[in-house]
């Protein structure tokens, strides 16, 4: 029976919002971790069957299939292809899922899974530009109820009863855990060192994530405004709580990851070592209104299909894009939260879209080793209500 493992997971330092990484072209940045990764395995690029890889706002420098432009940019063979997907926030989760599967049907023997997302140069929704990307069925389905994730992050906190000083200690919470981490070096295997211009024109070296406010506290997080409301929004949703700030949601990030996946009796033929295998995958779909509440059902689907409880995962990433998404989840399954996001998440972290299916699986991985755990399990909420799930069991 085919088994399709992880060799190695890497991504670059997480850089913030017109911060240390927006110099890079995407395609460039994407294309540095793929060498990074190609690098650290000495793997034969030749030998690579498929790249796959995750981006969701493909329009002007992440457009025309960037994961091709990003190997071919790395100076890699033009016989291994590359394909660019989009399943929102989870798309280079579903990259690595693409990969898994082609490994374990027999169409590829060696793929990477991978993801990339400039939201300094390539900004969220600029792919919409103002147009009507739903057609006039969907609309009229969801007539008055269709709303952005920040409104439906509210609508979740009001249905769970969420307030915002839970809200707010979740997110100083995600800082602590993540600045631990920092100073623990337990990023140090999973990153790779990116070069960057300074302002005064010299080149440093990135080598921890930009976003983590270890100096925060629950005083400056209680003193933002609520984000989303205006006085449209407040009269056409009475029900919402109006708890969702900027400092209790994922940042606005640039980054990109990358996974070298391979069936196992090839890595072991070629010499190298099996660290993780894809154990189980699951989707889930929800209405597009509470869009963020995907990860519920897809944490079942997919805990039921391997056979296991949450008693029997060691290491979750439920993706941070708001604390009222991960919140909503701990309080419908009742997990324990200690196994959560452990390393802090996207609000700490960032949250650069198209990579962060990649990154949070390249976090876990790694985190798996550190604390000898066996099974992690990794859920993203997708735009449109939709949710990947995946659990990855530890080898050795």
Sequence with gaps: MREAVIVDAVRVPTGRRK???????????????????????????????????GCVSQIGEQSVNI????????????STPA?????????????AHFAAQGVLAGAYDIAIACGVESMTRVPML?????????????????EGGLVHQGLSAEIIAGRWGLTRDELDAYALASHQRAHQATQAGKFIEE?????????????????TDEGIRADTSLEALAGLEPAFRDDAAAAAHPEI????????ASQISDGAAALL????????????????????????????VTMLTGPIPATRRVLERAGLTLDDIDHFEINEAFAS???????????????????????????????????????????????????????MCEGGGMANATVIERLG
């Excluded at 994961?67 to 033009?78: C, D, H, V, Y």
């Excluded at 700490?348 to 990649?358: D, N, R, T, V």
Aim: proline fraction near 6%; aromatic fraction near 6%; charge should be negative.
């Design 83 to 95: 394909t660019t997907v989009d399943r929102q926030c989870g798309s280079s989760q579903q990259a």
């Design 325 to 379: 998404v991960v919140l909503a989840w701990q309080a419908e399954l009742g997990p324990d939260p200690e196994r959560v996001n452990p390393h802090g998440g996207a609000i700490a972290l960032g949250h650069p879209l198209g990579a962060s299916g990649a990154r949070l699986m390249t976090t876990m991985c790694h985190a798996l080793e550190q604390r000898g755990g066996r099974y992690g399990l990794q859920s």
């Design 19 to 53: 911060g240390a990484l927006s110099g890079w072209h995407p395609a460039d940045l994407l294309g540095h971790v793929l060498a990074g990764l190609v690098e650290r395995t000495g793997i034969d690029p030749a030998r690579v069957d498929d790249v796959i890889g």
């Design 67 to 78: 994961t091709r432009n990003a190997w071919l940019g790395a100076g890699f063979p033009e």
């Design 126 to 142: 600029s792919n919409v530009a103002g147009a009507n990307p739903y057609g006039d069925e969907m609309v009229a389905r969801y």
């Design 191 to 207: 990153i790779l060192p990116t070069k960057v211009v300074t302002e005064d024109g010299s080149v440093s070296e990135l080598t």
């Design 241 to 248: 709580p109006w708890v969702v700030t900027a400092g209790n």
């Design 261 to 288: 996946v391979m069936e196992r009796a090839t890595a072991e033929a070629l010499g190298l070592t099996p660290r993780w295998r894809f154990h189980t995958f699951a989707l889930a779909g929800v209405d597009p």
